[in-house]
């Protein structure tokens, strides 16, 4: 693994690691709401529902980022191929939405036992197509999905940005458009006006996990169009 797939290992070992140093005190920060919201007031819903769909998306649009503007050109300049880069690219983003999704789901049920002891009911403050928080396969797959679009539309925003900047904007709103059907899958978002656009996807859950694998088929193929034959050098527009 070390030598054909360099890149993988790199980034899994370090942005898993990252995301794990960030998962903690996310739970503490998480725990300490709920235990200050039992204190002096109600506790009817969960606390974590809006930390983990808030932030973490953010993050992992990051690290797609970082991906694709740290990583191609340092790729390419010790003789690697566009190919091989994006090789690697799919696989790390596919695994980073893995781990961050177990992360996100184990924070779920550990919040959902506290709620038990404490005789409260469990539920998300807003409407997901998940279900129940004890849906520990649907809590996996959707945050998976969600994470997947985030971090190919950074990447794929990112290889525009590094080969042109007119085209690095051009791609902005297409990967508004890939991310905008995960939205609906976890019921919660911080982009204004953003609820009321997505509104018409409201799909069925098959419906909108088919539209949110064809987002993601879209991100990987506008990604290679733009990085298959990239200039070592940048253009300026």
Not at 27 to 52: E, K, R
């Amino acid at each position: 693994m070390t030598a054909r797939w360099p890149l993988l290992r790199v980034l899994l070992t370090s942005h898993v690691s990252f995301l794990f140093i960030l998962w903690l005190p996310a739970m503490l920060v998480s725990a300490a709401i709920l235990a200050g919201v039992a204190l002096w007031g109600t506790v009817d819903q969960s606390i974590w529902h809006y930390v983990a769909t808030q932030v973490p998306r953010w993050v992992v649009l990051g690290l797609g980022v970082d991906a694709a503007t740290t990583y191609l050109r340092l790729n390419l300049a010790h003789g690697r191929t566009r190919r091989d880069f994006l090789r690697q690219l799919w696989p790390y983003l596919a695994g980073l939405a893995v781990a961050l999704a177990a992360m996100i789901t184990i924070a779920y049920q550990i919040e959902r036992g506290a709620f038990a002891m404490a005789g409260w009911h469990h539920r998300t403050p807003f409407a997901t197509l998940f279900g129940d928080t004890g849906n520990v396969l649907g809590l996996l797959g959707v945050f998976t999905l969600m994470f997947l679009l985030w971090s190919i539309a950074g990447a794929m925003i990112a290889a525009g940005f590094t080969r042109n900047i007119l085209l690095g904007f051009a791609t902005i709103p297409l990967g508004l458009l890939i991310v905008a059907p995960s939205e609906v899958l976890v019921g919660l978002n911080g982009v204004p006006l953003f609820d009321t656009l997505t509104e018409p996807l409201r799909f069925p859950l098959l419906t909108a996990v088919a539209v949110c694998l064809g987002g993601a088929v879209v991100g990987c193929a506008a990604t290679w169009g733009i990085v298959r034959d990239i200039p070592v050098r940048a253009k300026v527009a």
